[in-house]
């Protein structure tokens, strides 16, 4: 029994089923009766249990919180991550309503969040390791991105209405003191739950954990995901979080919900991107990742600005989307009439105030890039991108350079006018 959710107790198989049966519009859903559903354990990630359930019509997905990390009981944890990711999929669902999905069912009392199944994706990290090439994804979270965090902005709605949805995220403090401490300190300075496995490494850890430099610019990102709350984030856009098919694409578990600084959404996944890079052995992988970087800040870009192009200021509500960055009435670029190249620099042609947005925009997505990379590495969660990797020297060689190359973005950070500048090197590398 939890001292702050009285009723709350971890459900086996047989508790969710009998939770379902008593939910009159999931049962439908799934169709028969409960003799006739399927429940499998599914729970993947650091944090909850999840379990699919398949009827005779279709399927659900069930995640509960546990009063601790999954991946380790001694670590306690309070329970209400599945409301922030309940309120977060109720939130953007509407913004973005082909690319998540839907919540059908939260239960304040046990913490049990009931959302659409994706039979028949996969996790699109699982997938990149098996060699996938699906061209939609990186499109497809780049709108994804621009649309929920626009739409959750000053930029689009009143900000009263913004305010509000500012104050039910900013008491997500469990997970957004993990992000702060897994992501933007403890890499940098010795703790336990850091970990690396070879000590060929350490030099570089050395390096990274010396540099004024990195210490000045991981302090100034650390500071903005703090007091920058631009838009509602996803908050842990890994490529974990996403599941896929060739034609289909989804973003899963919003339990990470903050308002924050909208590069760190967009530096999450560009991070993940470049560590499938430094993971993958093919030759061309580096080109290729450079062109998806390009594909999605591109994407991002001009999704955003669309919205930004289409969002009406009404002279009564000065406040609403933002009258500050309203574009030149002659300027037809900022009417979401151009669509970029893929090496053109998407911002050259906006506005002076929203070229200047998106600009800290793209300095955020590096930094926190960078800093994803170097968690994955040496922080606490690492991911699976290297298991694929046969020698345990070869993975080192390929995680070093990975950190070496984040080091570099932190070094000359604020110094990149664009994706190749930032990125470009990683096409030049070829076998690491
Ligand atoms: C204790 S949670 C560790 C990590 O898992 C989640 O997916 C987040 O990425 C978090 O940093
Ligand atoms: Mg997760």
Not at 90 to 95: A, E, V
Not at 291 to 302: L, P, S
Request: proline share 7%; charged share 20%; hydrophobic share 40%.
């Amino acid at each position: 029994m939890n001292a702050h959710a009285p009723r709350y107790r971890t459900l086996d198989m047989p508790g969710i089923l009998a939770l379902l049966s008593g939910l009159p519009d999931i049962a439908a859903r799934l169709g028969g009766d409960g003799a006739q559903w399927t429940i499998c354990e599914v729970s993947d990630g650091n944090l909850n249990n999840v379990f699919v359930v398949d009827g005779p019509h279709g399927g659900v997905c069930v995640k509960q919180s546990l009063p601790y990390v999954r991946v380790d009981p001694s670590w306690k944890m309070p329970l209400d991550r599945t409301f922030f990711e309940a309120s977060y999929l109720r939130d953007i669902h509407p913004l973005v309503p082909g690319l998540t999905t839907r919540c059908l069912h939260f239960d304040p009392d046990l913490f049990v969040l009931v959302v659409e199944s994706l039979s028949g994706h996969t996790v699109y990290r699982t997938a990149l390791m098996a060699g996938a090439q699906w061209p939609r994804v990186v499109p497809d979270i780049a709108t994804f991105v621009a649309r929920a965090t626009f739409g959750t902005s000053v930029l689009c709605a009143p900000f009263e209405h913004v305010f509000e949805r500012q104050a039910v995220y900013a008491r997500n403090t469990t997970l957004r003191r993990i992000t702060l401490d897994l992501v933007l300190d403890d890499p940098y300075h010795d703790h336990p739950r850091n970990h690396w496995d070879d000590r060929r490494l350490d030099d570089v850890v050395g390096r990274i954990r010396a540099s004024c430099t990195v210490r000045r610019v991981v302090d100034g990102l650390r500071l903005r995901f703090l007091t920058c709350p631009q838009a509602l984030l996803h908050g842990d856009l890994h490529t974990g979080s996403i599941m896929a098919t060739a034609t289909d694409t989804r973003v899963i578990d919003g339990e990470f919900a903050i308002y924050g600084p909208i590069g760190f959404d967009c530096g999450m996944f560009v991070g993940n991107l470049v560590l499938r890079r430094f993971a993958d052995p093919s030759p061309d992988a580096g080109r290729a990742c450079v062109h998806d970087i390009h594909r999605f800040w591109n994407g991002f870009v001009a999704e955003f600005t669309r919205q930004w192009a289409t969002a009406h200021p009404t002279p009564s509500d000065p406040s609403g989307p933002c009258a500050f960055f309203l574009p030149d009435a002659a300027d037809a670029s900022s009417r979401g009439e151009r669509t970029p190249g893929p090496s053109q620099d998407p911002l050259q042609d906006l506005p002076p105030g929203r070229a200047a947005f998106l600009r800290a925009v793209f300095e955020d997505m590096v930094g926190y890039a960078a800093t994803e990379i170097i968690r994955r590495i040496i922080g606490y969660a690492h991911t699976a991108d290297f298991d694929v990797i046969p020698t345990h020297e070869a993975r080192t060689v390929r995680r070093r350079a990975a950190l070496v190359f984040a080091y570099g973005l932190l070094c000359h950070h604020g110094t990149h006018d664009g994706v190749n500048a930032a990125f470009g090197a990683l096409a030049g590398q070829g076998e690491v």
